[in-house]
């Protein structure tokens, strides 16, 4: 974060015709945005939500509500603009890039719908209950391609990425990868994903126990994510690296992306001051990832779809916030000194 | 509320290709909207925010952090777009509407600026510590004001409105409605307001105690509102009477239009089916008003600024639920019959 730009950013907030503080979290979003441009004139002109698939190996163990071919099927609905994400996303005059990581049944994208952009590493995961979900080279690649993306919309102007996701299966994954890089009880962090409750839950438990016991001698945070998946988790921890870098802020989704954000931390610390938690999720594990990063979320709404959703909703608050940054009389410009009588 | 709409909009909710529930309070404002439009197919096409501004009798008692002319110098920057309230209601593209009901000193307008409609009912209340605010007749004006502003609105075309509020003094009033229509310990339902606290607190509670035992023989929702005031607050009441009427949802900001909703609650009680409510105040009143209505905000934010800022923060929000009701893929436009696998 920059310093400077946030402390002359939080002083031009406090300058408003507003008694001080009164808007609350809209003035702390916007010195965290000029903090992570590095300026006191932050902008979001050119949001994009970047959503991430893949498959996972371990949703043909039953762990999810749904059959691993869903995931292919969404990306169709991605493509025709027709999914929760594309309908936010227009709504938040947000640009939608969907990219494929490697889901089992690539879609079939008709002429004149909206590009899935093709970045497979493998055709989904190997279950991580019975072994590495892919080799280390594989989540370097995927990262990588996580990087580039981000490169890319930055390179086409953006500068405010949301993050979705989109694989059957991956709540178990974040589930393991929360457990495992935080060192939390499985129990503590594993929940209804797309819909599970009762014996159904209890497996899914289960299943994340038996993976962190399969890969109790991982050894640091590329290992982990190697041996867990996802590869869709993989990229938008890139995308986040990537974003990181040229100080575009991101948008957190709910706990899948938050469990990418977690992988981002470990491998590049300083990473999580470009983040912004857009949602809070009812799913239990991602009050745990937030509180883990020092995020508050913007929204909370109960919302468990993922896709990006929620980082599509959060995107007109943070737009707003920069915008009274930006366009809100001063007391200056009244020919008044001070910001409150009792300054 | 229409029932049949919205159970109608909830089946539609419970077929979009998503697990059942997933997009949470954004699935049940949709449906909250759908009830209270009367249709299955809700729309936000044309959303407004209307600010009503008055001034206080007991602003002059010590109670705020800010002296009475401020109220006229905020109509202004109402008028010049600046305010907090201008750029939020630009950002959600909503129309704002502002309405004088007696500031002390009306604005003085410039040529190209904002109208400020004239509803002006007296210069401001007397303080309702050492007499009655206004007249149970001005009372009854400012609330068809408030009436005829909402008809007004409506007839051009707004199928949400949002309400906002300004003048000087006005928690004091609101805890002072709030605490006589609820019935509860002045000292539980007031709060900073603007920003007094310590002593200046103590010496707001002790007002409101003192209206409370001064207008202890009030009688009836009609006697409270004339006795306490204020015109701004019977305004917003009969904006929300007249909007509730025409089926048109009602966003409520926070404490002062959440005073209003409490008034046109009792003066008609099937109106609060035609309020959401936008944002959580700190405000420490706030909360009990929303409990008492049975409302549980969209957002939370910490705002405390008033203006409608935060209606205007959540009509994208609104906005977005009917998208998704009208726009996402159902199972249904996939030949698939079933909601959920569970289902």
Tied chains: 1, 2.
């Excluded at 719908?113 to 970045?119: A, I, W």
């Excluded at 405010?160 to 974040?174: F, K, P, R, S």
């Excluded at 399969?214 to 867990?228: I, N, Q, S, Y």
């Amino acid at each position: 974060l920059d310093a400077e730009a946030a402390a002359a950013a939080a002083a031009a907030m406090d300058g408003k015709v507003k008694p001080l503080r009164s808007l609350g979290d809209l003035e702390s979003l916007a010195v965290r945005v000029a903090g992570i441009q590095g300026t006191a004139s932050p902008t979001v002109a050119s949001p994009a939500v970047v959503v991430c698939a893949a498959d996972h190996g371990i949703a043909r163990d039953g762990v999810s509500a749904y059959p691993q071919e869903v995931t292919g099927l969404m990306l169709q609905g991605f493509a025709a603009g027709t999914a929760a994400v594309g309908v936010l996303t227009a709504q938040a005059g947000a640009r939608l890039v969907v990219a494929d990581l490697g889901v089992v049944e690539p879609p079939q994208i008709a002429p004149g719908q909206n590009e899935v952009l093709d970045r497979r590493v493998r055709p989904g995961t190997a279950s991580s209950l019975t072994g590495e979900a892919m080799t280390r080279a594989e989540a370097e690649q995927a990262v990588a391609h996580g990087i580039g993306l981000a490169h890319l919309l930055v390179d086409d102007g953006a500068d405010l990425v949301g993050l979705g996701e989109m694989g059957i299966g991956n709540t178990t994954t974040a589930s393991a990868l929360t457990a495992a890089l935080l060192e939390r009880d499985p129990a503590r962090v594993t929940g209804p994903g797309t819909g599970v409750s009762g014996d159904a839950l209890a497996a899914k438990v289960a299943a994340v126990d038996a993976i962190l016991r399969r890969h109790e001698d991982a050894r640091g945070t590329w290992d982990v994510l190697a041996r867990m998946g996802g590869l869709e988790v993989a990229a938008l921890a890139g995308v986040i690296l990537g974003c990181a870098e040229r100080r575009v802020p991101v948008l957190l989704d709910g706990f899948i992306t938050t469990a990418a954000a977690l992988v981002a931390w470990r491998l590049a610390p300083v990473s999580v001051d470009a983040m912004i938690a857009a949602t809070l999720s009812p799913e239990p594990g991602h009050a745990v990832q937030l509180e883990a990063l020092g995020l508050e979320p913007v929204l909370r709404l109960s919302m468990r779809l993922g896709e990006g959703s929620g980082a599509s909703l959060a995107i007109p608050v943070v737009r707003s916030a920069v915008a009274v940054l930006a366009e809100m009389g001063s007391f200056a410009d009244l020919g008044l000194a001070e910001a409150s009588p009792h300054a």
